[in-house]
């Protein structure tokens, strides 16, 4: 049967987080391995009554088929808020997308031709890498630090080859929750000027901060050349599956055209939905409340990490974001590592799938989201008796 497919589906890396997270449905496992928002934060009331009123108030209205560009009172919201955060952006210059893990489809459809080369992260979001695959893309993995990415590897990738695209998530990355310096963005921009790379500016997480201080945004650096993706999965509910893109005017275009090919429009009634929410509730009071979570979540694990994990152990400290990235001893895999703290009922993710043609890397992503500050202090605990055991072993 394997020859009925399309050369472009067989090239495609399965999500093998998702067999992993199978593994951890047995409820005594405690699980770093997801990468949800926490539930217990979703506004549920505030929802049922945005609907409830909008329903009696504009029922048939909010039923019918819409634009393709999305709903003209949530591009405005979504220009009013760029603005309170002193970035220049016009309601024409967004498109709401399906998630915006959509916004990299429509990149791909709009602007990718087989074996364009392409500079992703390494490690890198696992979405990014297999919406790219769909269009073969040639990827060149830069790796990231503390700082951001690698810059003398970067501007050796940007002079050797013809890069279409440059895809990276600034703010506490997904997986390792890292962030760029200013200092690393502002040469970034500067490498590629004149030279028409594209960069995806992903953004999902950026509302998310507990710690330092805001950074500019690439689109706030290099206007023309950026697409700035933004969602509302992780500050209000992923399951409307609501996101944007931000593009200059000729982008703009040509995306909405492949956004018309693929579903005509994004969820008309559920962008109605946010939207009323966003304009009967205080949102910024609601984000507080999120990070503030996250951020008591964050301390719990970096604490319990520093307290139980063998000091070879290696872990960034985000300032932001749900995930925290660890690095092993050179030669422990994290495979290994899995295979052990499952029997010890505690999971995460092994690096494996955010690189392109990596196995057995010694790296690993831990969730900090989802799980409740005394869970995590008794996982990481299990977990650093894992490790101890492995490392001794070696
Ligand atoms: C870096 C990154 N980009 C995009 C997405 C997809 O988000 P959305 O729900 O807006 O499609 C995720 C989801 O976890 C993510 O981590």
Redesign the pocket.
């Known amino acids: 049967m394997g020859d009925i497919f399309s050369d472009r589906i067989s090239d495609v890396p399965r999500s093998f987080i998702r067999e992993i997270l199978k593994l951890t449905l047995d409820k005594s496992v405690i699980s770093f391995a997801g990468?949800l928002p926490n539930r217990d934060l979703f506004p549920v009331q505030e929802i049922k009554d945005a609907t409830d009123r909008l329903l009696e108030e504009a029922g048939k209205d909010i039923l019918q088929y819409s634009a393709s560009e999305g709903y003209l009172g949530l591009r405005e919201w979504i220009a009013d808020r760029y603005r309170s955060k002193n970035l220049i952006v016009h309601p024409d210059n967004i498109l709401i997308t399906?998630?915006?893990?959509?916004g990299?489809d429509l990149l791909g459809k709009t602007l990718l031709n087989d074996n364009d080369d392409i500079i992703i992260e390494e490690p890198g979001?696992l979405?990014?890498i297999q919406a790219f695959s769909l269009y073969r893309s040639s990827f060149h993995p830069v790796p990231v630090s503390e700082e951001g990415i690698d810059l003398d590897a970067f501007h050796n990738t940007v002079t050797r080859h013809s890069i279409k695209l440059f895809y990276c998530?600034p703010n506490f990355?997904?997986p390792s929750g890292i962030s760029y310096s200013e200092g690393n963005r502002q040469t970034i921009a500067l490498m590629l000027k004149g030279r028409r790379t594209i960069l995806m500016e992903?953004d999902?997480?950026g509302e998310l901060r507990f710690l330092g201080k805001e950074k500019s945004s690439f689109y706030q650096l290099m206007p023309e050349y950026t697409l700035l993706?933004g969602?509302?999965?992780?500050i209000v509910a992923?399951s409307f599956?609501?996101?944007w893109i931000v593009a200059h005017d000729k982008i703009m275009e040509k995306l909405v055209i492949a956004k018309q090919a693929s579903d005509l429009h994004t969820n008309y009634f559920c962008q109605r939905i946010i939207h009323r929410y966003l304009r009967d509730n205080d949102i910024d009071k609601h984000i507080r409340k999120i990070r503030e979570a996250y951020g008591r979540q964050r301390d719990a694990m970096v604490t319990a990490i520093q307290e139980y994990f063998p000091a070879e152990v290696l872990s960034t400290h985000p300032e932001g974001g749900m995930f925290l990235w660890i690095t092993l001893p050179k030669g422990l895999s994290a495979m290994t590592v899995f295979t052990a703290a499952i029997t010890q009922k505690v999971a995460f993710v092994p690096g494996d799938p955010f690189y392109v043609n990596k196995n057995d890397v010694n790296t690993l992503r831990l969730n900090y989201s989802s799980v409740d500050e005394e869970t995590i202090r008794t996982g990481i605990q299990r977990l650093g008796n894992v490790l101890k055991s492995l490392i001794i072993k070696k």
């Open positions: 990468g399906n998630g915006s893990q959509q990299m979001y979405g990014a998530v990355q997904n992903d999902p997480y993706l969602s509302f999965s992780k992923p599956r609501i996101g």
